[in-house]
């Protein structure tokens, strides 16, 4: 659950900390325990290869 302010329409935010976008739109913000995703919608396909990478070389991440 996100707290989003403001937020214009497009974006994508799961977060359970307060999240503040301002001035942009269709961005997936995405929080984890240890990690913090920012991109544009068009590229979250490219979040696969963000895993790879830390398959192949930071796994302790995954």
Do not use: Q
């Not at 996100?2 to 900390?17: D, T």
């Not at 503040?20 to 997936?28: F, N, R, T, Y």
């Not at 984890?32 to 990478?53: F, G, M, N, Q, W």
């Amino acid at each position: 659950m996100a707290n989003i302010w403001p937020s214009k329409p497009g974006n994508f935010i799961y977060s359970k900390k307060f999240t503040a976008l301002i001035g942009v739109s269709d961005l997936c913000v995405v929080e984890t325990p240890d990690a913090i995703l920012v991109c544009p919608k068009e590229l979250s396909e490219d979040v696969k290869r963000v895993v790879d990478y830390l398959k192949n070389n930071h796994e302790e991440l995954l």
